[in-house]
């Protein structure tokens, strides 16, 4: 395959840097006015594509991926998370799956940081104030939050996102606790003063923060179940910047109404870019949009990755970031 030739179709804006590069390198279609592809755009952007770069926005799906009429099909996802594509169908039919893991580590950690101080010292309650006009200056029993230092924090998923956030609680005095699909080598354990816990229903009780930073499965689909999330101690606080599937939303924002969870910092939602009535009107929450990765360093050298995943493609080579469709729990 010659790469001036090969047909690549991106669904959203990337950085101008690397739109510029896919049009030197390939021949690439844009979205420029950057809105989200309905399944029948994504069905013959597919029916086009040699190459389709899609995001978390798209639902590839089996009907979307039956529409490949090249004899070679690639999908370079712009992002880390795969769960919005269909794995298995892609790879019983010889469709390659690639994505760009590990520059996003870094800056998902920073926001996980970002929450898990912001909720319980209610920062954005505290400047909501100050922009109202309405503060009416210190006093001794205004606008207290929790202190964090010394406190269990419980990371769920300890792969390099969860090791990135337990370096940096380390550093504001928590108590490092993680469950995970395996347990991490000793070393590991050791550098990051980590507790591992087997059983997840034992450890939730025994913890003042969660951090969820595990991957979106079958198997982690509202993992954190009513019944789950009851078992936390009322004191506690939730943090979810990896996919909001992995919250029971609707229970999530019950038990913040019911003081049954003293607050929770939340990244992304269940039925994006929906958010539930519920979860707005919930106390004691911060919420935004999807913004964990939004850096232009993180940006930049995802689509850098998307770019090298398609140039060893087309040379005939194994993507250095391909995906197979076995499922990765926690």
Aim: aromatic share 6%; proline share 5%.
């Amino acid at each position: 395959m010659i790469a001036n030739k090969t047909r690549v179709i991106v669904t959203r804006r990337l950085p101008e840097i690397v739109e510029t590069r896919m049009m030197e390198l390939f021949d690439t279609k844009l979205n420029p006015n950057d809105h989200p592809f309905s399944e029948n755009e994504l069905i013959e952007a597919v029916k086009e594509a040699d190459i389709l770069v899609p995001t978390v926005t798209d639902k590839i799906n089996k009907k979307v991926l039956s529409s490949f009429q090249r004899e070679v099909g690639l999908i370079a996802n712009f992002g880390a998370g795969v769960d919005h594509i269909d794995l298995d169908f892609a790879e019983k039919n010889n469709l390659v799956v690639t994505n760009t893991p590990g520059v996003l580590t870094e800056d998902t950690a920073d926001m996980v940081m970002a929450l898990l101080l912001s909720v319980p010292r209610k920062l954005i309650e505290g400047e909501r104030l100050i922009r109202s006009g309405e503060w009416r200056g210190w006093s001794p029993t205004h606008m207290m939050g929790s202190r964090i230092w010394d406190k269990r924090l419980g990371i769920i998923g300890m792969g390099r996102i969860g090791q990135a956030v337990a370096r940096r609680a380390r550093g504001f005095g928590l108590k490092i606790h993680y469950h995970n699909r395996n347990r991490l080598p000793e070393e590991i354990e050791k550098s990051l003063k980590a507790t591992f816990w087997e059983d997840l229903d034992q450890m939730l009780p025994k913890m003042d923060i969660i951090s969820v930073n595990c991957p979106s499965t079958p198997d982690t689909y509202h993992l954190l179940s009513y019944e789950r999330l009851s078992n936390f101690q009322a004191h506690a606080y939730i943090v979810n910047t990896s996919r909001g599937q992995v919250i029971d939303e609707d229970a999530l924002a019950m038990l913040l109404k019911n003081g049954k969870i003293a607050g929770a910092g939340l990244d992304v939602f269940e039925r994006e870019p929906a958010v539930s009535q519920s979860l707005l009107t919930a106390p004691n929450t911060v919420l935004l949009p999807h913004m964990g990765s939004s850096t232009f360093e993180a940006r930049k050298e995802m689509g850098e990755k998307v770019i090298i995943n398609i140039q060893t493609f087309i040379d005939g080579h194994k993507p250095p970031d391909r995906v197979l469709s076995t499922i990765l729990g926690i």
